[in-house]
């Protein structure tokens, strides 16, 4: 069954649709629907049509009282037009003209059989639902031209005989119908076809913010975790050494390892938290962290022998919550990067603030001889996608002094559009 078909049926109404052919897809023309393959009607409506234009004609034939001979030929064409209507399908116009050339066999025989009129009816409106408009038109016109001479010579009256006009008016009805089922069953296709396409775009879309949501906590816990990560590792190394030689700093990079893993098992209990309730809008990934927390971070570094000299230029400007926290998370990811794979103890960081903008500058120096870095570059891909998220832009180069060099330009507010 055709997929209107089906549609029809869950509705539970019964239609003169789901007798006619079925075709897949579903283009808005309805010209175009016939070139989407051979359609099928159902065995049982090819046995009927194929079985009543005999019987009805046998029937005729019987009420009329011809002879024999004339009964057995009008009976010989009456099979072959049914015989024809059962291939409507297939070839609607090769069954009209075979019902025409019956019609004008039957006329010369004796004259125009009812039976014929109404076979000749259901080609017309076989044509008119499974042909382009043109041969339909040329189709119904020839059809209503050849009905209304056969009429005529039947009737042995004058042309305006109720006889003769009633076979060019079932002709114009029988077009129209066809047409009128025909845009209505594409339209109805089409109607289909766009309900599975939005279904398909919906399934996309949920595919899509399921990504981005995987790739949002993946750099939310790079940029958070990977740093008290490395604070943990610069004061345990700090303890080792300071292990039997000076209790107070051994007790100070203690308290620094404590207070950066409690951190990091509440970011993992907030990640967490989010996957198993769904990561709704309403759910925090982080803690709020904005440039205010600048101070802070800079203190956490120079607590590991790592100093940060900072330099600002203009005045400070409110910004959007999300550009501020891209900011802040750009500049913790380049200080961390220098400590971990940098050359010495110290960076140079510039914020650079104006009208519409922030510009950060992060400068540190690298062993050229030690070798390429072993981090696995998540840290980069993450500070990238951030100034995308808020229309800003980052770059990074390593100059031929041996200045790796980070520069990020993060709107005050989000820019839509830009990348």
Excluded at 360 to 375: F, L
Aim: net charge neutral; aromatic share 4%; charged share 20%.
């Amino acid at each position: 069954m055709c997929q209107t078909a089906e549609i029809i049926s869950k509705d539970g109404i019964m239609d003169v649709r789901s007798f006619l052919p079925s075709r897949p897809g579903g283009p808005t023309d309805p010209d175009r629907w016939v070139d989407s393959g051979p359609p099928r009607f159902p065995l049982a409506g090819k046995v009927v049509a194929a079985a009543l234009v005999p019987l009805g004609t046998l029937g005729w034939v019987r009420h009329e009282g011809l002879d024999a001979s004339t009964a057995i030929t009008l009976v010989a064409v009456a099979v072959a037009v049914g015989t024809a209507l059962g291939v409507l399908a297939r070839w609607p116009v090769a069954t009209l003209a075979i019902t025409l050339a019956g019609s004008l066999t039957t006329v010369l025989v004796y004259q125009m059989n009812p039976i014929m009129v109404l076979a000749l009816q259901v080609a017309v409106f076989g044509v008119a639902a499974l042909q382009t408009r043109t041969v339909a038109l040329i189709a119904a016109a020839v059809t209503a031209i050849m009905l209304f001479c056969l009429t005529w010579a039947s009737a042995r009256g004058p042309a305006t005989d109720a006889r003769v006009i009633i076979g060019v008016v079932l002709t114009g009805f029988s077009f129209a119908s066809g047409r009128a089922v025909r845009g209505h069953r594409a339209l109805v296709a089409a109607l289909a076809d766009r309900a599975r396409r939005a279904d398909e775009t919906r399934e996309q879309e949920a595919r899509a913010r399921v990504a981005e949501e995987r790739v949002r906590i993946a750099r939310e816990l790079h940029d958070v975790v990977a740093h008290h990560i490395a604070v943990i590792n610069v004061h345990a190394g700090l303890a080792r050494k300071a292990q039997g030689r000076s209790p107070e700093m051994l007790d100070s990079s203690l308290t620094h390892v404590q207070d950066a893993a409690h951190t990091v098992l509440e970011e993992l209990g907030t990640v967490l938290h989010v996957l198993r309730s769904g990561g709704g809008d309403d759910v925090e990934l982080a803690p709020t962290s904005g440039l205010d927390r600048l101070d802070d971070l800079l203190a956490t570094m120079a607590s590991t022998g790592f100093e940060v000299r900072l330099r600002r230029e203009g005045r400070p400007r409110p910004m959007d919550a999300a550009c501020d926290l891209a900011a802040f998370r750009i500049i913790q990811e380049s200080l961390t990067n220098a400590s971990k794979h940098g050359w010495g103890d110290q960076a140079d960081l510039t914020l650079a603030y104006d009208e519409s903008e922030l510009r950060i500058e992060v400068r540190n120096a690298t062993n050229q001889d030690s070798g390429p870095s072993r981090g696995t570059g998540q840290g980069l891909i993450g500070m990238h996608e951030r100034a995308k998220a808020c229309g800003g832009t980052l770059s990074t180069r390593l100059d031929a002094d041996g200045i790796f060099r980070v520069d990020a330009m993060i709107p005050n507010h989000p820019r839509r559009g830009q990348s």
